[in-house]
């Protein structure tokens, strides 16, 4: 799987958008960009993926780059409780690949009042 | 919602001790995972299970051994517990993920367990 590169730690205002970037110049023409993130304490949670096209779901939307080299994963109106680690994987989806997820150490996202 | 529940936060065990963690799933997932994390080190994956009675192991079996008697339960047993087990378990589940479906694999995880071994 791709490696990713992520900021450490990034803060937003609550209300306002977070735009997370993610690099991943190594990755490969069938893997796919996945987001998790994990607040404190719990286990991680799953937000979005995508291949190619831009994604959106009731969480979040993914922007993906059209060299798909980055990605950044839009929170539009950040609350309080998105505080979290936010983590972006590549890796091939289907065949055996299962569940070898590979996270690094992710982006803290600290939402202020 | 898929739900993945393990059934226990948090525990503390002895050294030599053997431990069970529970996880059960219900959405009807073909596999089941279970991983530890750790600080600095990330989600490694312990073992697992892409159908009952099936078992893989994944990067760091050593010390562990797992059970899927029925496809909505995945058990992680410590045969004998030791400190350096002490972490925060995860357990996930995800759908099957044959070459030929469309499915993309994302994983479900549960609360954690957070075991403490003395």
């Known amino acids: 799987d791709a490696k990713t590169t992520q900021p450490p730690s990034m803060d937003c205002a609550e209300g306002r958008a977070a735009n997370l970037p993610c690099n991943h110049s190594?990755?490969?023409?069938?893997?796919?960009v996945y987001w998790y993130r994990q607040i404190h304490s719990q286990g991680p949670q799953y937000i979005i993926h995508?291949?190619?096209n831009n994604e959106t779901n009731e969480m979040a939307s993914l922007i993906i780059t059209e060299d798909r080299k980055s990605s950044t994963l839009i929170l539009p109106h950040a609350t309080l409780r998105d505080t979290a680690v936010y983590y972006c994987?590549?890796?091939?989806?289907?065949?055996?690949?299962?569940?070898?997820?590979?996270f690094g150490q992710g982006t803290i996202l600290t939402v202020h009042p | 919602d898929v739900k993945v529940t393990q059934s226990s936060r948090y525990l503390v065990k002895r050294t030599g001790e053997k431990v069970f963690l529970e996880c059960v799933q219900d959405?009807?997932?073909?596999?089941m995972f279970w991983y530890r994390q750790d600080p600095g080190l990330g989600l490694r994956l312990i073992y697992f299970?892409?159908?009952?009675?099936?078992?893989e192991k994944g990067d760091i079996p050593e010390g562990y051994s797992v059970s899927r008697e029925k496809k909505e339960r995945f058990s992680l047993i410590l045969e004998s517990a030791s400190t350096n087990q002490t972490s925060m378990y995860l357990c996930?589940?995800?759908?099957?993920?044959?070459?030929?479906?469309?499915?993309?694999?994302?994983?479900?995880f549960g609360e954690g367990s957070r075991l403490t071994v003395l």
């Open positions: 996930a589940s995800s759908p099957f993920q044959g070459a030929k479906t469309s499915n993309t694999g994302e994983l479900f």
């Open positions: 190594t990755i490969s023409g069938n893997e796919y």
């Open positions: 995508g291949l190619k």
């Open positions: 994987i590549v890796r091939v989806a289907g065949g055996t690949s299962y569940g070898k997820l590979t």
């Open positions: 959405m009807d997932h073909e596999n």
């Open positions: 299970s892409y159908d009952v009675k099936m078992k």
